[in-house]
């Protein structure tokens, strides 16, 4: 809890979509949002149409592709003298059309780099300010996505995400490796891949650190949140179609003001403070839609690959 009696959240990726009405929601039930994002002006636009009174939010600026910007982000939000009592992992990039990889600074691939590493240093540099804070329900959460999972209908369309046995990471990550299995590039299947990589990190934190520190570490799939830009660099037909597709016939539809509700849920309601859970939402049964702890993929459910994950991921943010 801060000077002004808020507590206060970091939330990565708030300049559209879940991560800006996730902020929306939080700043409604009395936080303040440290809003994490690498275009200062448009996120500022962004918190004032959607109606974030100015003093419930301060913009931070962070590329997550960058592990240099991660640590600035980092030093500038210490510089606020704030506690940090939750952390929501949000920001994502999905670039289904690319033909080549696009590089990190770092010379990673970016979707993983961005996705996954980025988030990864984050979650663990920011852990010792959360351990830090006198908060009494501090919580940690990553974003997750039905995608990740082939045993979910929604995840069942191919490519599949597969980390294989880590090649590529396990090399180093950078060219000519484009794919965390060291296998060909393959843009959708790298998306996939590193949000199974964010399960895998929500739940090797909460093996690694819930006892010892009271920190809650959950994901959660927010719905389709098919209106967001997160689509921006797909087809525009598909565009088009899609938010239909999934209002009318899979019934997997949420509005981007309920995915921002639901964040907020997981982050401050005290129905969801189990350390360890995926959330979800009943989305197909209209009448149900509860939510639920799932069952993760059973890559994401891999305790051996989770830890080896951590290993290879601390080696490539540069934590050793
Ligand atoms: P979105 O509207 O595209 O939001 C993504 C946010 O991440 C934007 O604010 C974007 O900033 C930011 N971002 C991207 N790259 C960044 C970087 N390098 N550094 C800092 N910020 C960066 O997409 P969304 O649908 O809300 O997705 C948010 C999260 O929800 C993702 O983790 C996604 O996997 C998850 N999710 C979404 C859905 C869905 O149906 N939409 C379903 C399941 C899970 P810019 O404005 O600068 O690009």
Redesign the pocket.
Known sequence: MDRDQKPTVVI?????????YGAKALAKRGWHVIM????LE??EKAARDVGIPADSYTILH?????LD?VRRFINQFRATGRTLDALV??????MPLIKAPLRSPDGYELTVA??HL?HFLLCNVMLEDMKRSPYPDRRMVI?????HNPEELGGKIPPRPDLGDLEGFAKGFQDPITMIDGKKFEPVKA?KDS?VC?VLTMRELHRRYHESTGITFTSL??????E?????NHYPLFQKIFPIFQKYITGGY?S?DL?GERVADVVAAPEYKQSGAYWSWGNRQKKNRQSFVQKVSPQARDDEKAERLWDLSINLVGLV
């Open positions: 990565t990726g708030t300049s559209s979509g879940v991560g800006l994490g994002c690498r275009d448009k996120a962070i590329d997550l592709g960058s910007s992992c949000n920001a994502a990039i999905y961005t996705n980025g974003l997750g996505t039905v995608t998306y949000k964010n799939y927010p719905g389709c949140v098919a967001t830009p997160l689509f921006r949420v981007q995915a």
